[in-house]
Every structure is written in structure tokens, then in C-alpha cells.
């Protein structure tokens, strides 16, 4: 595949696309004179986490300066007057995918506020499963809400917290707050970061020189060549500012949780999430998948790219040759017309085409991290018997999805999760594959952990899986997940 | 002058400019199919009062739309779709001149809240005195802000105030509030609109069918061909729902005091504020002009556009001709380049020119609606002996101006406003007129209301000329006009 | 939301006008430091006649630099670094208004080629009125044509001319073409600027310091500092290089015969041509109007912006009061949305509205610097009326426009035209107006040039009028001038 | 400019990337409705040889309609109501790679130019090697050059032949033109396409039901769902009307000699070329590279995404691991800021990070499809060291590049290719590499056509490793090639 050196913010972002979407990355600086140049650098690390919109705050010792855009990081913080623009040695910064069909530019992070005793600028990766519920309560208490963020009611707590110093609310929020999340924020001139109390959403520490770095994933790290220190601890936050680092708990101290689908597709393969190599993990799964659901085919073709750590490992165990059977075009773009006598679909054919040459004659065994949905899954099988392959296999890298997130993953609704509605074999069916298999749960806590599953105290969030959530669902139990809000729609541009 | 059929929008805003800067215009409709269109319509024949942000919020009976751009009316809202993206029979909308030198999307109007009791949509003309009082003590009580605009003080006082129902809480949130202000707010499927205790800022009320029609000017009416009814009166409040109209007072019951360069500068010369055409007030001006500080001129040459109907007015009061001694393009574009040999003055240049066709040997009398710094002033008095003129003289229309306004006018500090800094003899040689002059109080007065100034109960807000601020000023006495927010400085793209 | 760095080409086309359009100006320096610099200045004074499309050409000794953009001067020339971009003593600017519906970026000017013997630059004001036949011949010959641009044929004439020298074979095209154009170009390093045989469209030449500047009016000298030297004669070619200027005939001497518009609508009013000024002749224009059909009236009110200078000479001359009867929008945009139950005309509400305060209850008379298709007309009776205007009268301060233009004016085709249609009674009846009159041909003359039509070589063009075309129309009498060209629409982005 | 949503085209180039760059790929159809939308599909599968600007015209059997954009295929012609702005049943189209630094819309393809007897839109890939000399013959003939274009010479060439049929003057044309190139025409109402004497750029023929359809790849027939039918042969041109298609030629038949080039990195994978699978040919080449230069290593690792397929043929045949040791990173953008502290260099970063998992302790052996200048690959070099391998060795597949091309790919001069100036030793050297390998010639030969190479008649243009040119290189023995134009820059916005 040849080497197409830019890919316009633009043509990232594919509403055909049948993948779940991870809502976010953050990243923070404390003590580095490039502060925003090191952040905008982490976050560009972060991209493949959120490519809808981007922001940075920094707060110059006396004021908080505050940039965000729709678009990529490396569209839009890289003008070199930005040290004029977002001085300060303390910064964080959020790349967001949104939930929402529409780019609501009020929603992008990070999120400010003036509060008794000073500025909050706060940007979270996750879900909090509590917010309608104490947004209810805050509204009713006479808060307004200008926007339809988790994250504003965490302003309101620490605005409504009785507390003195405001690092202080800003922790006695965090304790409130249930669900998932990384945080990073700058209170006035101090920076906080916070993992949430189960550890499901990844936050990590590093140092570069005397400076404190925190990013959602080792990658950013690496990037601003910041040396890893250690994870932050589930219902940890940490506070720093010009006398160094103090660690605070708000919730008991207890292992991470961590949500499995950051090892099976959200993070970069490069990243090392509590000690594993997401790389060796992926291709584990893939060796796994091929002592648990073997295939008798010529070659193993992986769904490009998230497949294919575990195609290799699937060919390794398994000895059939590795191929690259589809090809993916990296040039998106918006969605084209269809030519009216043409009855093949066309939102495939403009990511992936079929590499005849290793297909025509062949049973291929096509290997994915996952099937949501099973729509792109069962056209890219008939593309391969469209290109002359004479059996098309299927193994899926993680087992069957059969229950939503509430974390901050979007994951589609769970009439529309396939494995949630159907059985493999009439799944097999459905997707028209010669044979159909799904890594196990067991299967997928070796590849991660090397261990079987603590059916009393998971050392992953499966619930994707297991239906077994980590946290207490408080909205969805009061049925507000889906409450609409008031304003159905606002643009700012 | 020829005819160039449309100005853009970006080409509307100066930053050289040497005039008043007046913040917005507001527009609101009940009752109408069209509710956005219209809106839009009557935003357009208010854009002369704001054009670098505009805004418009509807209700279609169970949510809000919102859509807010930077630019121009005639640029963001008038796609076809419009009626589909803000449906509803009730609308607000809002055009804005930022009294801020960088554009804050944030702050752009209206305003929205998901309070108690539902939602509240919010845009207003004009500034609160005690805003920044009653933030401190919000933000005291735990409320948190998240723009720098007055208006949001609105939106936390309705949030909190006990009553029931909302309506209710809005109206008690303008009891508290001090300053000048033409409100329109979008409350659930209700329509409120009110204007402030003193009347200083304009606000009318048309009908157009069976739907209620509320403008900053009646200019506005006529567009959407809506009949002028009434002006809505200082201290009253008009909440509209399906049941029609009904009036509110929040303050006493008094005549309106409403601001002297409405008449001066800021509404178009079409509208009719009080009863009194702006058109005609200004000829007044001009003739009131000529009786107090004739001249012995062979020209009147206003300075366009402003000046021309004051000039008018001078013209047939003396019987000396009235010429476009001043060619004005409407072509302004960013500040060009100045070619390095030039010693001329670009920024005037590039707007004004001498027609010294009528200019040449002539002993010129330059007719401008009013003074503010002097710097463009100057520069015309320059340009005018270039052309060929043998005697410059120049006339205000309005009194000297030397204090600083607190309703909504961005004037220039005390220190920059020449009038407050120098007799009017140096103001002539510092303005190198051969003779200059200005309209006094009572001829004012007597170009807008007939009648001279009431000095136990102005008719007019005058303090521009008078130092006698009608309201209090809160803010300005505890010094917090000026208080800088924390956050510096917020870019949303 | 963008830094305001563009304007949306579509603001500046405004295909409701019922104006003339012009279709360009030129500039051009030689022998300055900052040749691109005031060529900017320069078409920024020129942008009345053409705003659709603009260029500047250079040449720094060895080679050219062209930068053409749709839009604005003032939004396209006025980057920092426009003298790195645009380096060179010698600068050729064109500012275009298309008369074509699409924009079509390949015809904006300068154009230029690489010829034998090196390169030309080229931009002109004005219609060749044989351009397709040579066109014909040339292609038949073996050239190819890139554009539908005139100029392009200037370019192929050049290149094909015996001569040996560059500057001599442009003139040898000179030669050949006919019809009415101000040329400037660039050849290598000179400057070659051309008026028509007929001197029909204008072109002037000033001194700045040691430079030579030329430019379609004078404002656009007065703009850069330079100081009006004389006219360029019809069928002369003036060439500059080092050495200085050589002056060339093209075609034998002969009084100019200006374009009539220029003084009725086009030329800025502060410029004077062929020593008379612009705003003096219109003025005379109205003065005139009034002693050739007076009216009864109470008020003069003009048409802005252009009948204004008529109005105030008609007042004068009348001594009715002239009154700003309606006022005019400087934000245009694009067209709006119609309310569905609004019948009133939405295209002239956009930019006019009446002022009823001075024509409640007059009788009103009109004046417009003239009447093309008097569709605009009839909705500004119509717009008096409804203002409350008892008797609305109508005077052109041009004669009865009955025939088209092939000389670079977008007039209107011939069915269009209405007094080419009708009697002056029964454009009365059309335009509901109580009297409607024309200046006669001879009052125009008066005007301009005090004196009357010298029928055997008449003083202006002014076919407009008379029909009496001053050059040969050869693609008009061969049935070319509406010719399609293959390439029927080219969208460049 | 223009509302056509808009890629910065600043995105989509990269000034660091040390790849060598194709210039085009072009696509044609003949007899399909949907003429415009199969092209922009084909185009769209081509976008890898091409991202700078592309362009569509088509003819509607009477006239011409062409559109050209800077950006991508996917954000330009995706429009909704392209089948109205681009009708026809025939249709060309080009994706483009510009040579030049900066972006020159008008040498953006299909040209299009008015001659004698109609009408010729063409686009082509490749480079004319005698364009300069014929460009001079027709300059001194009297033609007159409006771009930089070869593309243009073929213009004037056929307007200048003295055949009476327009297709016959096409064929002239192709006959005097050297180089290598596939040309795509409309010529009024046919199709013509033609491929150089010597093959050297590849060009394809399928059928879509009766549609005839072209392109450069085979990948673009399988995204429009067409059937390969044949290679166009070296020195054929097919002329496509409503009777069928006829093939011409304009040089002997011979075999051809595609570049090797689009075999090592330009075609896509799943493309098949003469027959050859480029996959399976590139896997081929990793596989010749582990016979010739086998290494010592513990993992293969493939400089992505073009190394990727020799990765698994070296693999394969080493039996030695193949691990993706290198992320890559798809979201590139603007060059960041680089921290003032950080000595590590920024663009390799950008887009590359190490997998340290699979490095770290390892012996690893990089494998990259060509070695340009060597920048990156010391970059990569180093990046691997950092992240923790004992050694690292690299491999080209494909053999040292020591001369430049003429026939349209942008490789860096002869002084910057490192192989030129260097022995492999000393390479080595420079990379920081513990060992260094080439595949050889012979072995890149056995990997594309399973045979040795010919010296007589070299099967394929291998220009590159022997510096034998196939074609004659008239510009360039003249000294032709560098020749600067007149025209420095030119941009068009």
C-alpha cells in the first residue's frame, strides 16, 4: 500500500463506519514551559481515539486561555503562534469523537467555568452513569446547564461544595460522580487528574524532565518523549502544582477494571495498558482464537487494519500464510453517488477492495477484533466470493457483543448488536460465512492477562460480553439515559 | 455614488473605526408559520446595529433550536432548509456588535438553559449595570458562569428564584437586575420580551396578522411588513402564549428616558422612536445647528453617511449649498499595505475621498453626526485642504461628548474622548478646523423632543453630554466595570 | 467562523440589480518600489467597477508573478508578505465583474502567455467588437483557445506578428482589433498601455515621484498620491521601460468619444474625466432634468446612491427640497427566504426601504440616474406608495435607453430594454408612476460637455440612445456575438 | 472561493515525505449514464497515485463540461447533483500529484482548449520527454503557451495538424510526441486514449455492461464493477464513438516496458499489471531479498504501509517472524511546533511511532520498499534503537536507485539519491544500520516477470538502477529540462 502522507480531518469520520466509537482521549502537562506544544503533540498521538473535535486550555499563572475546534489536532493546533496564543506552563487537552449525530461545538472540551474561589477547565474521557440523575438534582437546586456534557455537572458539584480550597470541591465532586472517566483539569493554577473509582477508562503518568505529563494511553507518552512513571490508580487523583505531586484518594483503593475493549480495538497497538503490550495482547487473541475455533482454509486475511494483530497471531498458531486479501483505501471522503445501474455496495467498495490475486481459488478465513452490527461483515464476505474465493470463513478476535456500553463507548443500541439477537449458526447464516467463530471470554482474559476470568472479581469491564456491569447504573435504572434534552439542536459556527 | 449591490459581511467591521459602537439589535415573533423567516428578515433591517454575531432561537411546541454564527444575517440565514432547521411558531433572534476585540462564539446570543421548570432561550440589547455584583454573588452562591455575557445573570436568577412557574422566575429575575436593556427570551412555547426600568433601550411591538411582532426599531416592522402598535414602556414586561398577550410591570410605571444617540447615531434613519422620526430628528439637529454656530461657508459637506441628513438640515436653515464633498466606498476590506514612501494616512483613504470637484477654493463646512476621539475628524480636515479647500470648518451634531456610557455603547474610555480633554478652541486647533462647533443640550433636545431639556426629570439619556446617569451603577462603584475574567480569552472554530 | 480571511465570492453578485454592469478597471505602475503594493490601493478605488474577480501581474526583471482571485481587493491584496509574492518595479491590476452567470476563475485577469520572445501579461477594461471573428480565423489558422476571455485573441495576434520585437508585435495586434478597451500589459519588463481608437472607455496617466502610474479614473491616482498628468488618446499605445515613456499610435488621431455611462453611472463621482467631473456633470444631469420636465411636486427624492447627484441638481435647480426618502441597506447578502404568506417583493425590500416620515402624505418625485428593464422602478413607485406618498412622479436622469452595448457594458438585451419598447406614456402606465420623464439627448450634452450633440461626430458614445455604434460591429453584423462557445461552463475551485 | 467544502490542499501534501511521488492517474468512460459518477468512483481508486488536485470533464454530445479542484476526489465530486453539473456519456477524469511545490490550479487537468474543427478536454499521466523542444518549435511558430503543462504542447500540435478529421489531428499529435504517458481525450463528442511507444505508464481497458471503460489501475475497473478486458498496448490509441471502438497506431508494435517503479511502491496492491499480481510481485521481491541478503535477525519489520507486502515474502522465506514493529499513524496534518527542549526530530514522529513491544531486546531486520534520500530510514533507524533493539538491519526491496526519472515521477535530484553517491557500505554507515541489503536488479526482475532481466530488451523501464532510458530524453540532452518558464508562480484562488 502506498504512502499517502496526510489524511484530511474530514475524511475520518464515517457515519457508514460499523465500528464502535471510543468518545475520547485527554492529556495534561504540569510544569513544561511548551506546555500547549507538548499537549497539541500527545493529543495528535490521541487522534485515533476521537477525531471529531479538539481543545486545549492553559492557565498562565494569572489566566486561562482557552482553544477549540472541530477537526484534527494537526489541522488545528499547529499555527506557530500558539505558545502566544495558549501560554502557560500547565495544559490539558480532549480529543472527542461525539456521541451525536451532529458536531455540537458547545459540547467540545475542555469545558470552563468561573466558580467561587476561581476557573475550572475540565476534559473527560468516558460516561458518568449518575449525570441525568444529579443534573435532575442540580436543576432542581436552581443550576442552569448550558450544555448537554457529563462534565458540567461536575462544575455544578464543585461550584455547590462547601469545601474552602477549591482543589478540594473540585475532589468532593469526584466522589459524587459514578461511571467511567479519566479527567484532567486545571483549577486555577493547579492541575488534577482523576481515574474513576473502578479503573474502567485508562489514565497514565510520565515524566519528562521535571515535568509531569498524563495521557489516556503510553503512545502520547512516547510521543512527547516523556518517560512512563505509572498508571494512575482506580479512585485516584492526583494534584499538582508548584511544590510537586500529591496523590488524594476518593474512592477505596481496589484493582483496575479496565475496559476490555481498549486491548480489543480503542487503543494504539503501540500503547502498554497495566503492564500488556496492547500489540502482544491482540495477536494473543488471535492465536487463542486459533486453538479455540481452528479452520481448515489456504490463508488468513485480516479486516483491515484493526484485524490484523490478530490475523497474524491466528497464522502463527495455525501455520496457514498471512495475506493481505483487502485492501484499504485510506481516502474516504464523503459518500459517493451511486451509479444507478450498479447494485453492489458502494460504502464498502470506497474503504475496501478485494486483493484477487490471494482470494481467487482460495478459502480464506477472515479474522476481525469484533462484529457489532455484522452489515459490514457480511458485505466484505460476499466481496471475497465476488473476487473467486471458494469458502469464506469468519472468526471474530473477542466473543460475541451482546450488551451496551455506558462507559463512553458507542457502541449501537442492542437490537442492533447481531450476537445479541441471533445464535452463531443463524449468525454464520446472516453473514453468509462457511463457518463462524468467536473468541471465549476465558479465551480473551488469557490473551490479556494470561489468566481465566475472576468470575467474583473480573479483572476486565466485559460487560460487553457478560452483561456484568462494574459500576451502578443509576440513569439507566431510572430510565434517563434517553431523556432528551430540552434543546434538540444547536449550532455555533 | 454607483450602485454596488451587496456589501460582505466581513467587510462591515472596522477596527479603525472612530465612531460608537452599539451592541445589538433584538427581533421576536409569536404566533407565525414563518417564525424563523421572519425573524431572520427583521435581523436584516437590524444589522446596521450589530454585525459580527448573529443568532436566532424557536420553539416548535416541545424543544428549542438554536443556530449562532459570526457574520452577517444575510450571509448564515438564508438557506432553504431554515424553516426545517428552526421550526416553530415562535422565535427570537439577536445581532451583535462584540464590545470585545476577539470574537467569542461563546458569548454569542441568544444565550440558552436547561433551568427548573424547562428551558430558556435569552438575547438582549444593552448592558446591566450590576451584572458583575449580582455574578459575585452567584457565583458566591454556587452557580457557575460560562460565558462572559450579562445575560447569563439572568438565566441563574430566573433558575433560582422560589416561584412556580417559570414565566414568573423570569420576571422576577428583571426586578433585580439594573441598567438598560431590551429583553427577548424564548421561555418553554412562551414568548417575554421587556425593557428596561428607564427605557433607555428601544423596543417596539408590531402586529403582522394575527402573530405579535417585537423589534429594537420599527424599521424592523416595516420589513416584515408587520404594523407598528405600540412601544413596549420602561419597566414592562409582555409575556405572550397561545391565550395572546399579557403586560407585566417590574418597575414603576414612568416616562421613557431612552438613550440621545439612538436619535444621534445608532437606529436607522427610517425608524421612529417615541413618536419622533430619526430621520427628521437629525435634519433638526442640523438646522437647531445652523442657528447656534452659523458659518460663513461657501459649502456644507457632510461626512457620509452619518452626517447627511444633519447636513440637510444645515443646508436649508442657511441657504448655503449642501454638496458630496466626501466620496464614502463601501469597499473596506482588510488594512492594506501602506507603500513605504507614503506619508498619507491609508485607513482614511481607503474609506473616504475628496471630491474636489466641489471642494477646490472653497471654504468648506464639514457636517458629522459626532465627535469621539477626533482621529478620523482630523484626518477629513486634512484631506479636505489636499483637495483644494481654502477654509475647513466643522460642525458636530450633537453636543460634546464627555462621558463614558454603561448601557451597551462601546464610546471609547474617558481619556480617549476628546470633549472631556480639551476646551472646544484647542479641539479646533487640535482638529486644525479653522472653525469648529457643537450642538448644545437644549438644541438636542429641542431637534428630538421640541422642547428644552427637563432638567428635574431628563427626557432623554443624555449623560454622554450631562454626566447624569439615570440609573445606578453598581458595578462602576465598586470598581468591577473593569475586573478582568479569568478566562482570557476563549477561541470555539 | 473561519479569522474573517474570505469573502464567499456569491456575496458579491447580485443577480437581482437592474443596473448596468461595468465589466473592469485597470491599473498599472511602472518604476516603482511598490508596484503591487499600490496597484492594490489602486483597484481598491476601482472596485466600483467590478468586484467580482481581481489580479495583479508583476515582473521583477526576469520573471512574472500572478496572483487572481474571485472577490474583493480588500480582502485579496492585503497580505504582509504580498511584496515577497508580488516583487518587482513594474505591476499591471484588473478588477472584473463578469458578465456571465458563473464564475469562472480561467477568465479572470491578467491573462498571460509565453510567446516567442518572452512573456506577456495582460489584463483590459472594455469588448473587442470583432474578438470571435478573429477568433475564427485564428483557430482556423492552428491556435488554440483556453478562455472565452477577448484578451486571449490579443495574446495569439502578438504571437503571430512578423515583427521582431515583442513590444512591436503587441502593437501590430493593436492594430487589428476593434471595439473599445483600456489595455495595460506587461511584456518582459515594460509596460504597454492602450486606449481605443474611439476612446470610448477611459484611461488616464499620473506621476508619483519618478513612477508612471495609469488607471481607468482618476480616484485611483488620487488614491495612491499620484498627480494627474493627462488622458491616454484614443489609438494610443504609451511603452515604458528604463529609459522612459515612448508614446505610439495604433490608429490616427481623433477626439475621443467616451462612453456616455461612464459620466451617468459608472466612473466614481469623484473623478473627472476628460477634465469634467463626474459629480458636477451629474449634477448639471439633474439640473437639466428639471427645466426639461419639471414636476409638481414636494419633495425631490433620489434613488440611492446613485440618482443622488441628479437629485441635488434637480433641487437646486427647482427649489423643491431634496429628502433621503429611502433609505438604503448596505448588508445585502444573499436572498433571503420569502414568508409564505408575505406578497410583498422581498429583492428590493433587502436593500431599500422607504423613509414614510418625509413621504407620508407629499407628492414625491423620483429620480434615478436611469431606467434599464424598470422592474427596480416599479417596485420603488410601488414601495412610495405604500409609504404614503399621495402622487409619485419619475425622472431619468439619462435619456430612454433603447439599444445594447458591445462595448464591455452588461445592459440587458434589446426585449428587455424598456424604453426600447414602449412609449414614454406607457412606461408611465407600467411603472404606475403619476409622470415619468427622460432627459433628452441634447441635456445630456449640455451636462457633460456644455454644448449639444454635434451629430456629424458626436462628442460621447451614446448608442445607448441614438443607435449610432462609433466603431464596426464585425461579430455582431456576422451573427457571432451569441455564439456558444464548446466549452459551456468551467468550474475551477 | 467558492462553497466546495474544501480540502486545505496544504493537507494532502507533504513537503517531508521521502517517497518518491507519482504525478497522475487517469480514468475514461464511453456510453454510460452515469459517465461523471463511474469517474469519480475510478478516480477515487486511484487517489493513491495522486492527491493534490483532480479534475472530471465530460460532453453531453453537444458541448463541454469540466470541473477541477484542489483536494480529493471523495470531498470534491460526491455532490448530489454532479450528474446535472456534468452530463454526458463520455467522460475523462485525472487525479493529480503536482511536481511543483506550489499548488498551480491551472495545470490542474483535463485541459481543455477550442481548436479548429471542435473541442479537446485531455489529462494525462506521465512526462513528455521532447515537451520543451516542441514547445519551443510551436512558441517561435507563433502559439502562444497559457500553462506549464506538457498536456498543452499535445493541444497546439493537433489544432496545427494538417488532417481534416479532429481524431486523425489527435493521432498526428501523439506520433511527434517522446515519453512515457497514458493520455485520456474527448475529443468533441469520442473518446480517445493512447499509452506511450514503450508502455512505460500503464493503462487498462474494461467493459461495464456496454460501457467501455479505462484507467491506469485495474483496482479503478474493479471499484466501478468493470471487467478487464486488456492492456492498452505501447503506441496504441483507441478511438471510442457510437459505433464502436477503434484501435489506432501511432508507433511499431513492441512489448512494453512498464516502469518497474509501479510495481515496487506506485500501483496499488490489488491492482494486476501485465498480468502480474503488484501483491504478489512485491511479496516476491521480500522473498528474492531473503535469498540474496539473508539476515540474522529475531523479527522482520515492515516500514508500513508500503513495505508491508516484502515484509511477508522475506518473512515467508526466512521463516523469521513478521511483527508490526512500526505504527503508523493516518492522521498527519500541518507540521507541528516543535518543543523548544525536544532534540528528537518531529516528522518521523508525526507519522511513525515504534512498537516497542516487538523491538525492545530484539535483532530486527526493517524492510522498506525503495531508499530515496535515506532521510527517513535513518529516522527509522534510530526510532528502533530508542525503543530498545540490539541491532538493526534494513533491506530495500528493490535495488539501489542512482538515476532520476523523466517520465513523470518526482524522485529527488541525482545529488540527493543517496545510492548514487554512495557504495552500500558506506550507506550503511549512514542509516546507523548494523547491516544493509538491496535486492538486485535480476532479482527484481525475477520477482515481476519470473525471469532474468534481457540486457537487449529490458522488460521493463528499469531506468532508475541501470540508467538505461528506453525512450530519447530531447529535453534533457538539450539541457532543456531545468529550464525555468517565464511565469515564476502563479496562483489562482
Keep these: 500500500m502506498s504512502d499517502h502522507?496526510?489524511?484530511?480531518?474530514?475524511?475520518?469520520?464515517?457515519?457508514?463506519?460499523?465500528?464502535?466509537?471510543?468518545?475520547?482521549?485527554?492529556?495534561?502537562?504540569?510544569?513544561?514551559?511548551?506546555?500547549?506544544?507538548?499537549?497539541?503533540?500527545?493529543?495528535?498521538?490521541?487522534?485515533?481515539?476521537?477525531?471529531?473535535?479538539?481543545?486545549?486550555?492553559?492557565?498562565?499563572?494569572?489566566?486561562?486561555?482557552?482553544?477549540?475546534?472541530?477537526?484534527?489536532?494537526?489541522?488545528?493546533?499547529?499555527?506557530?503562534?500558539?505558545?502566544?496564543?495558549?501560554?502557560?506552563?500547565v495544559a490539558i487537552g480532549h480529543?472527542?469523537?461525539?456521541?451525536?449525530?451532529?458536531?455540537?461545538?458547545?459540547n467540545v472540551?475542555?469545558?470552563?467555568?468561573?466558580?467561587?474561589?476561581?476557573?475550572?477547565?475540565?476534559?473527560?474521557?468516558?460516561?458518568?452513569?449518575?449525570?441525568?440523575?444529579?443534573?435532575?438534582?442540580?436543576?432542581n437546586h436552581g443550576q442552569i446547564f448550558q450544555s448537554t456534557s457529563d462534565s458540567e455537572v461536575v462544575l455544578h458539584l464543585a461550584a455547590l461544595s462547601k469545601k474552602s480550597k477549591l482543589t478540594n470541591r473540585v475532589l468532593s465532586a469526584l466522589k459524587q460522580v459514578q461511571g467511567a472517566f479519566a479527567f484532567v483539569a486545571v483549577v486555577n493554577d493547579r492541575l488534577i487528574v482523576a481515574r474513576d473509582p473502578f479503573g474502567i477508562r485508562p489514565l497514565v503518568m510520565g515524566r519528562l524532565g521535571d515535568a509531569y505529563v498524563f495521557a489516556s494511553e503510553t503512545c502520547a507518552l512516547d510521543m512527547v518523549g516523556a518517560k512512563?512513571?505509572?498508571?494512575?490508580?482506580?479512585?485516584?487523583?492526583?494534584?499538582?502544582?508548584?511544590?510537586?505531586?500529591r496523590s488524594e484518594r476518593f474512592s477505596p483503593a481496589r484493582p483496575a477494571q479496565i475496559c476490555a475493549f481498549e486491548y480489543i480495538y480503542f487503543a494504539r497497538p503501540d500503547s502498554v495498558i497495566e503492564g500488556r503490550s496492547v500489540y502482544e495482547a491482540r495477536k494473543e487473541m488471535g492465536r487463542q482464537l486459533a486453538l479455540e475455533t481452528p479452520a481448515d482454509v489456504d490463508v488468513i486475511i485480516p479486516v483491515p487494519d484493526s484485524g490484523v494483530p490478530a490475523a497474524i497471531g491466528f497464522s502463527e498458531a495455525s501455520g496457514i500464510p498471512f495475506e493481505l486479501g483487502i485492501i484499504r483505501s485510506h481516502f474516504v471522503g464523503r459518500t459517493f453517488i451511486q451509479p444507478t445501474q450498479d447494485r453492489r455496495d458502494l460504502s464498502v467498495r470506497r474503504k475496501h477492495a478485494a486483493n484477487a490475486a490471494v482470494v481467487k481459488g482460495k478459502r480464506v478465513l477472515l479474522i476481525d477484533d469484533s462484529i457489532v452490527r455484522g452489515t459490514t461483515s457480511l458485505k466484505i464476505v460476499r466481496m471475497m466470493r465476488e473476487a473467486g474465493a471458494v469458502e469464506v470463513h469468519f472468526r471474530s478476535a473477542c466473543p460475541p457483543i451482546k450488551h451496551p456500553d455506558f462507559y463512553g463507548i458507542d457502541m449501537a443500541g442492542r437490537d442492533e448488536l447481531i450476537a445479541a439477537n441471533m445464535s452463531v449458526e443463524d449468525m454464520a447464516t446472516k453473514l453468509e460465512a462457511d463457518s463462524l467463530g468467536f473468541l471465549t471470554v476465558n479465551g480473551l482474559y488469557q490473551a490479556v492477562i494470561g489468566a481465566p476470568r475472576n468470575d467474583k472479581l473480573p479483572q476486565l469491564a466485559d460487560h460487553y460480553f457478560t452483561g456484568e456491569y462494574p459500576t451502578l447504573l443509576a440513569d439507566h435504572d431510572r430510565d434517563l439515559s434517553a431523556k432528551e434534552f430540552q434543546l434538540s439542536f444547536l449550532v455555533d459556527a
Excluded: W
Aim: include cysteine; glycine fraction near 10%; proline fraction near 5%.
Design 228 to 245: 512512563f512513571e505509572r498508571e494512575i490508580e482506580p479512585g485516584e487523583a492526583v494534584v499538582v502544582n508548584e511544590d510537586g505531586l
Design 5 to 89: 502522507s496526510a489524511i484530511p480531518a474530514t475524511l475520518t469520520y464515517d457515519p457508514e463506519s460499523d465500528r464502535p466509537q471510543e468518545e475520547c482521549g485527554v492529556f495534561a502537562v504540569y510544569g513544561a514551559d511548551d506546555a500547549s506544544i507538548l499537549t497539541a503533540l500527545g493529543l495528535h498521538a490521541l487522534q485515533h481515539r476521537g477525531q471529531e473535535a479538539c481543545g486545549i486550555a492553559t492557565h498562565d499563572g494569572s489566566r486561562f486561555h482557552i482553544e477549540r475546534y472541530l477537526g484534527l489536532v494537526g489541522e488545528n493546533f499547529t499555527s506557530p503562534d500558539m505558545p502566544q496564543r495558549l501560554p502557560g506552563r
Design 95 to 106: 480529543a472527542r469523537y461525539s456521541t451525536q449525530g451532529a458536531s455540537v461545538l458547545r
Design 109 to 139: 472540551q475542555p469545558l470552563f467555568a468561573d466558580v467561587r474561589g476561581g476557573g475550572i477547565a475540565l476534559a473527560h474521557n468516558g460516561n458518568l452513569t449518575n449525570a441525568r440523575v444529579l443534573r435532575e438534582e442540580l436543576v
